[in-house]
């Protein structure tokens, strides 16, 4: 069965990085689109990014662009999310998605705080 999980959350202080990590199993990674959303306190899930199967092409939102990095790794089935300059904005619990499947991973917490 398809499983996604999330690695890597955790306290940083602002204008510091995290690499969250999202493990996949039970489908074909290679060819799949993978995406991250992130949900704040009493806030909607809002898309991060995304990253393409073919060519490996990103997209941003731009509350984020500049500063995140989306990448996989298809010999790992891992997708990755490098988050650079944090913001204190950027609190939120960050879930790894797979479209094609409409399956979330369990997400994990990201507190940006000095």
């Known amino acids: 069965q398809v499983q996604l999980v999330e690695s890597g959350g955790g306290l940083v202080q602002p204008g510091g990085s995290l690499r969250l990590s999202c493990a996949a199993s039970?489908?074909?990674?290679?060819?799949?689109?993978m995406r991250w959303y992130r949900q704040a306190p009493g806030k909607e899930r809002e898309l991060v990014g995304g990253?393409?199967?073919?060519?490996?092409?990103?997209n941003y939102a731009d509350s984020v662009k500049g500063r995140f990095t989306i990448s996989r790794d298809n010999g790992k089935n891992t997708v990755y999310l490098q988050m650079n300059s944090l913001k204190s904005e950027d609190t939120a619990v960050y879930y790894c998605?797979?479209?094609?499947?409409?399956?979330w991973g369990q997400g994990t917490q990201v507190t940006v705080s000095s």
């Open positions: 998605y797979c479209p094609r499947f409409n399956f």
């Open positions: 039970g489908f074909t990674f290679s060819t799949a689109t």
């Open positions: 990253i393409g199967a073919v060519g490996g092409m990103t």
